[in-house]
């Protein structure tokens, strides 16, 4: 059984409040200041059934880079406690996720090793005020924070919105079965 795990971080660019439990019952309290960046977030907590609470003040008056990368700081930060602090863990994670034209492979690894291999290639600059660029940057920013391997690769896609949505929604079904009990399943490693 995981317990809450909070995390803040105040910076000059950010003031970031966060609780996650990810055995939870899907309690979402989650605000961002950028209205898509919390569908995304809301998308990834509920389909992992999380129970998570965000509260943001970011500088957006000069752009969304701080507030989108500090909180992938804090979501990484509060999941590498969380699965740190489990007993036993699967590891592994992933997921092969349709968003109507869109199809996302997801893979996981709680491996304490931060990496991202992504391959999001927009057509558009920006989707509902949030620079597309900055989809690839969270990605990356929690891989590193939360110390995990972590591969998104669309298939195919048309509507950039699905793309965005089919990533979040993939990485929460990868890491839920990542973070799900191995039933005496260990690593050959022994401790990661």
């Not at 752009?63 to 489990?86: K, M, N, Y």
């Amino acid at each position: 059984m995981s317990k809450v795990i909070c995390v803040n971080r105040k910076t000059k660019e950010t003031n970031i409040e966060l609780s996650l439990n990810i055995n939870g019952s899907q309690q979402l309290d989650i605000n961002t200041g950028i209205g898509f960046l919390d569908h995304m977030i809301e998308q990834l907590a509920s389909h992992a059934r999380w129970d998570l609470s965000l509260k943001v003040e970011g500088d957006l008056h000069i752009d969304d880079h701080h507030t989108v990368e500090d909180i992938a700081i804090c979501l990484g930060d509060a999941l590498q406690q969380s699965w740190r602090s489990l007993e036993s863990m699967k590891r592994y994670g992933q997921r092969l996720l349709p968003m109507d034209e869109a199809l996302i492979l997801c893979a996981v690894d709680l491996s304490g090793r931060g990496i991202y291999v992504g391959e999001l290639e927009f057509t558009r600059e920006s989707i509902n005020g949030v620079s597309t660029e900055m989809f690839e940057h969270f990605f990356n920013t929690l891989a590193m924070s939360a110390a995990i391997t972590l591969h998104i690769k669309p298939q195919y896609f048309r509507n950039n919105h699905h793309l965005v949505e089919g990533c979040f929604k993939a990485l929460a079904y990868a890491l839920k079965e990542a973070l799900s009990s191995s039933e005496g399943e260990n690593t050959t490693k022994g401790c990661l």
